[in-house]
């Protein structure tokens, strides 16, 4: 059954909020004409409308239907259209029973339902060089998350990721110097930077290396 306007916290509301008006006015007339009451008045209305204010929240907080109604609600109130972080609880536990190829496909399921899951992908990426033996998939999802991601830290964290991977799993030092580039030159000033620059300098030198020994 709905709520309707007869509810006993609505008219708790709006009786606080009359009160308020009233003590408001009162106060504001007294002052008007040189009565010293009338700051007091005025401030019992002030915290009138502030209990009267917390009276409203608390009641639509109470409102909501479940926990997701009021993260919902709380989200709108806050402006923000960015959603509560997802559970990943019943994928784990299909990994944690050996599931791993039903785990994956759950996770492409997230993906597919929302294309701008990074978190799917970077669990899914970790599941397919852990228990799935597919470091190229892996290496592709944590491309899609790196570009999809505006924060610099896990931007950086997804390249260090990649390099890895290239290095040691797919053995393609091109791809890794390539990414090791973007990562110095689009992040410059990184804390990571110097160590990104090390390494590159280090594969490079690795390469020429194999070209002196083999000419040809």
Same mark, same amino acid.
């Not at 009786?15 to 040189?34: D, E």
């Not at 009267?52 to 709380?74: C, N, Q, R």
């Not at 797919?170 to 990414?179: W, Y």
């Given at each position: ?10 008219? !708790?509301?709006?009786?606080?909020? =009359? ?6 006015? +009162?106060?504001?007339? &007294?002052?008007?004409? +040189?009565?010293?009451? +009338? ?16 009276? =409203?929240?608390? =009641? ?13 609600? &709380? ?10 972080? $997802? +559970?990943?609880?019943?994928? %784990? ?31 899914? !990426?970790? &599941? ?9 998939? !892996? ?21 260090? /990721?990649?390099?890895? &991977?290239?290095?040691?799993?797919? $053995?393609?030092?091109? $791809? ?5 580039? /973007?990562?110095?030159?689009? =992040? ?17 030198? %690795? ?10």
């Amino acid at each position: 059954m709905g709520r309707t306007d007869n509810q006993p916290e609505s008219v !708790a509301v709006r009786y606080a909020a =009359f009160v308020t008006l009233v003590l408001l006015i +009162g106060g504001g007339l &007294l002052l008007a004409i +040189g009565v010293g009451m +009338g700051w007091l008045i005025l401030m019992a209305g002030a915290v009138v409308g502030v209990l009267a204010g917390v009276l =409203f929240l608390v =009641f639509k907080l109470l409102a909501a239907p479940s926990a997701d109604a009021l993260l919902t609600f &709380l989200g709108a109130q806050s402006g923000s259209s960015t959603p509560a972080l $997802k +559970g990943y609880s019943a994928i %784990e536990a299909l990994v944690a029973r050996g599931r791993y190829q039903d785990a994956a496909s759950s996770y492409r399921r997230e993906i597919r339902s929302d294309p701008g899951d990074i978190e799917a992908r970077s669990r899914l !990426a970790q &599941l397919l060089l852990d228990r799935l033996d597919d470091p190229a998939g !892996a290496a592709r999802l944590l491309i899609e998350a790196r570009d999809l991601t505006r924060h610099e830290p896990q931007k950086i964290g997804y390249a260090l /990721r990649l390099v890895d &991977l290239y290095r040691s799993r797919l $053995k393609d030092r091109g $791809k890794a110097l390539v990414e090791l580039r /973007r990562l110095v030159d689009t =992040f410059p000033d990184s804390p990571h930077s110097d160590g990104a620059r090390n390494e590159l300098a280090q594969l490079l030198e %690795e390469a020429r290396l194999e070209r002196e020994a083999d000419p040809l």
